[in-house]
């Protein structure tokens, strides 16, 4: 039946969720009504919309803020646009109170205006009990109340005519925003509650959440600081300590707002040589998908390192909630470069009455977009200094001979396979894979200062290839390890980077690398921190090919056992970091190993442990690394590495056959053969070619392996 008037009503037995709230509160309340939880999906259970009694609110400031009609008319079909929804204000015409029902606006193109109900209780509401007082739009921020004249009402729709001016009341200080498919879990002591989340603004948010079976509101301390988790099914977006600034009174289904404990959250341990924050021109742009209000957004970066970057928001309209967790966002560039990351808001600081700076850090990105963020930072510092930037290969060999690299001695070891080492480092330098990273100093096309690094180990990068040659007055190679060392200061933070130790290899003769990387091992004095191990360095060729062992000796590959007896012996001979870089005793795991990675890229990467025995007990633990012929110039990535666990009990006739036994895998004339301990090479008078010394930095230190770089070399970081 159609109408216009009244009638009258059915008793309402419904509490009042606004009572003894102040008029502010009345007001977010109003601008932001849900639909109640429903616990039945027939329709006869269907509770009816909340009361709400407040109408001195909706007449508030209402001469203060008009709206014309033709603004109205123009945010109405914006709200048809986006499938909105307005609230229509009904009272009871006998017991005078009120009660707002969701309606969706049709096209309007004149002063009529047709609203289909889109709440499902509609039929037992009993509409013709029910008098039209206006309709209110909601923005988050302030509410539009509109005095329309009611033309023709019923279940399906009302057609109402827009008056010539409508008001605006109701302003917030921060704009709230609706939330969409964002699960809520709260956590008290003991108590439980789950449900979802209904609005939020950057001051705090509002959850509608039900106790768990095994809990109750009445254990739940408004008082008392509350964990809560935000998530949808695959990812938690924030996770914090709140405080509860009001709740409702359903016993069931309560909605409670909340505020985070702070402003700001300790992502990381503080870096006191962080690398240096950058005004960019052009500015870079950050898009992403709002996790929690689900819409695209951009942001333009104010400042950007390569740990995180900071932007201005407006005070009243901010969008970033301190601890909220945003994937997948791109740093773009001009509109064309973009690089994708997880980043976290760790602070909102109020700058002006009107701006507000907000600190955002970069919580994991992948190694190509975080190698194209950092050369266009260094750049920006330097025009000569490049990462990992394709390289005219001949001018990288002419470098390499020129700076004394690849001295006779060594190009007498690779010269029969030179054809080789050009592909592969054809492939290293200008397809650029993941698991090799290089940083040369150049002008003019040519090349001055060289170091690169490699992912030798599941959770270990090596580095290596350090070079450099006169020019002018700077120290290239001194700028290039500066440029290593800010690269490596975020990246380490990275889950994606895998990395969880830095290592080197250097003769103890060269004083360069014992003062940058032994000399910070000697400082620390903690080799759980960093560590540096001492190895005999033996090129073998096999001579006792086809040999046996002695009876009672035996070679199999290690076991549990056996890993577990190597390493008590390696942490009372050295205390050290080597095994756990190398992570011999880590299982396989699949698709993500480090081979499985390698083999993706074209390369090869293997390694294998032996463990040789004597009437059962473990004597040394031979571990056979393989990689493509040139990965390392010194071939350290392609020898044996022997851990002797009993010196004074392994003849060297014995060893000698295993390793000629192992060799056979290796397409090499000489096969390198590194020994540890070192005093095993002398007990046993061993030949051997030279030392090299085995450099392990547990990532955790690298923030006091930056001071000692700055006060040790004074390379700045600022």
Known sequence: MNRSAKSIPKKETNFNPEEGLTEQEKAELLTNKEEPIETHSEDKNLLPPPLFQHQDLTNADAKNNPMDQEALINILNHIHFTNEHILVH?????????????????????????????????????????????????????????????????????????????????????????????????????????????????????????????SSFQWFNADEPVSINLHNNRRT???????????????????????????????????????????????????????????????????????????????????????????????????????????????????????????LAILDMDINNYSHLNHILTSALDSYANVSAEIDMDILWEFFFDSGFIYPKKYGLIQSHRETFKKTYRKLYQENPEVARHFTYQKNGRIYGHISMVRAYDKAWMIHHHAALTMENKRAGFIVL????????????????????????FRPENKFPDRVF????????????????????LPYTSLSLGARLPNGWGLRECSALDFWELNRFYNNASGGLLLDAMALDKE????????????????????????????????????????????????LLNSIKIVVADPEALPWNVLSVVISRLTCVYNMEKVPVLFYPF????????????????????????NEYMEYMQKRFRIGYK
Not at 337 to 351: G, H, P, S, T, W
Not at 679 to 698: G, M, R
Request: hydrophobic share 35%.
């Open 518 to 537: 032994g000399g910070f091992a000697r400082t620390l004095n903690n080799p759980k921190g960093c560590s540096v191990d001492t190895f005999a360095y």
């Open 237 to 359: 977006f924030f996770s914090g300590v709140c405080r509860c600034i009001r709740q409702g009174l359903n016993p069931q289904n309560k909605e409670i707002v909340l505020e985070p404990s702070d402003d700001c959250i300790k992502r990381f341990k503080p870096n006191v040589t962080g690398n240096p924050r950058q005004h960019l021109v052009p500015t870079p742009t950050l898009i992403f998908d709002h996790p929690l209000m689900k819409k695209r957004v951009q942001l333009g970066v104010s400042d950007i390192s390569t740990s995180g970057f900071c932007i201005y928001e407006k005070a009243d309209e901010g969008i970033l909630l301190p601890g909220m967790i945003i994937p997948d966002m791109a740093i773009t560039f001009a509109g064309s470069l973009k690089m994708n990351c997880d980043a976290q808001v760790i602070y909102r600081l109020k700058e002006s009455e009107n701006e507000v700076r907000c600190g």
């Open 588 to 635: 396989d795991s699949g698709d993500g190993s480090l081979a499985k990675v390698y083999e993706r890229l074209g390369f090869l990467r293997k390694q294998k442990a032996y463990a040789l025995t004597s009437q059962g007990k473990l004597k040394a633990v031979l571990v056979v690394n393989q990689s493509d012929l040139g990965f390392n110039l010194s071939e």
């Open 482 to 505: 500066k440029q290593i060392m800010h690269y490596l200061n975020d990246m380490h933070r990275l889950p994606s980077a895998k990395m969880d130790y830095a290592m080197s290899y």
């Open 90 to 214: 009904l009272r009871h015409s006998r017991y005078q109170d009120s009660i707002f029902i969701k309606a969706c606006p049709e096209p309007c193109l004149g002063r009529e205006l047709m609203c289909r109900w889109s709440d499902k209780h509609i039929p037992s509401l009993e509409l013709d009990r029910y008098e039209f007082q206006h309709f209110v739009i909601g923005n988050g921020q302030s509410m539009t109340i509109v005095p329309a004249v009611l033309k023709e009402i019923n279940n399906d729709y009302l057609k109402i005519q827009l008056p010539d001016t409508s008001h605006i009341v109701g302003k917030r200080r921060t704009k709230r925003y609706a939330c969409h498919d964002v699960g809520a879990e709260m956590v008290q002591n003991g108590f439980l509650a789950k449900g979802k989340l209904v609005d939020f603004s950057p001051g705090g948010f509002r959850v509608k959440v039900r106790p768990d079976l095994s």
């Open 679 to 702: 005093d095993y090479v002398k007990i046993e008078d061993i030949p051997y070619e030279k030392q090299y010394q085995a450099w392990v930095l547990n990532v955790r230190y690298g």
